[in-house]
């Protein structure tokens, strides 16, 4: 009779065996169950082994029995599916505010979320490509002391830098910390922001993650911030477009350019038809490079319709970018 502290032992080893050996490609028969315990240095009986399986099984694991000559055994269901997994790991590798090293931390530990078999084809997904990747190794800590600060309703202090021609971290503020009231966290375009309330001058700042260094929770808390901040909103609003103005502007669009349109402004945008080849929308923006330079890309199939002040910035904008390519600048880049 096997004492039971090493029935315990061995129930979790079976479940672990199951769990990393199996899928329905790759069902077990006991006895390989336990031969694979007994490299582990526990010896075990047959009867043992269906007693394990029936008792995970009640737990809720789903272990299937294909009934063959010798009856095969492997996992059915689990917590994520193959094609989860892959979505995980594709958004650990291309996400470029997690670090190389903390990238591969993590996907080892999605692998093991499948069986060692399953776990080879996610194997193509490590090195779909050469991504860009930051070296600040503590921002994965600093998201979640963030997390904690805003839970808790506590500020912030954190040391803010940008690069000099050198390459090197050049700190703003001389290097003094900023203290700041945390309102949430956004992702976009591939970088992780943190939005602050300024109280002293009742608007928003958002700062990235990846360049706030020193990260510490303090001890004063706030109440709360303005209920009127509509997070979906300010997020679409600021982030690709911000450093300028509030705007309302009306956009002529060829109409080939209807999808790209909806990914923008979503599938609220009122279209109003033009003519034959051409439609109009009426969205707020902010007025600035960032947003200019994104029409722009479309070359001719887009078109900036109004107000007057926002037609102002975009001639004003290639105007001055047309002077770079003046034939006084061109070869003054030649001597």
Known sequence: MENQGKSKLKLLYVMQILLEKTDEDHPITVQEIMDELRTMGLNSERKSIYDYIELLQEYGLDII???????????????F????????????????????????????????????????????????????????????????????AIATKHKISFKYFDYNLQKERKFKKNGESYIVTPCFMCWDDENYYLVTYNEKYKHYVHFRID???????????????????????????????????????????????????????????????MDEHHFRITVPVVMSPTFLAWMFQFDDKIRLLGPQPAVDRMQEMLAKTLRNYTDENLSDNHE
């Open 81 to 148: 599916e193959l094609p989860e997994l892959k979505l995980m790991i594709d958004a650990v590798q291309y996400s470029k505010f997690i670090t190389q090293k903390k990238s591969e931390e993590l996907i080892r530990k999605i692998n093991s979320l499948t069986s060692e078999h399953a776990a080879k084809q996610l194997v193509r997904q490590v090195y779909v490509t050469n991504r860009l990747k930051i070296g600040n190794e503590s921002i994965y800590y600093s998201v979640d002391m963030l997390h904690y």
């Open 211 to 273: 360049k706030m260094v020193d990260v510490k929770v303090l001890e004063d808390s706030f109440d709360k911030v303005p209920e009127d901040l509509d997070v979906m909103k300010y997020s679409a609003k600021i982030f690709n477009m911000y450093g300028g103005e509030d705007m309302i502007v009306s956009l002529q669009f060829d109409n080939s350019l209807i999808g790209v349109v909806i990914d923008r402004f979503g599938h609220d945008v009122i279209i109003v038809k």
């Open 65 to 79: 029995c294909r009934r063959e000559k010798r009856n095969m055994y492997f996992i059915g269901s689990r917590e």
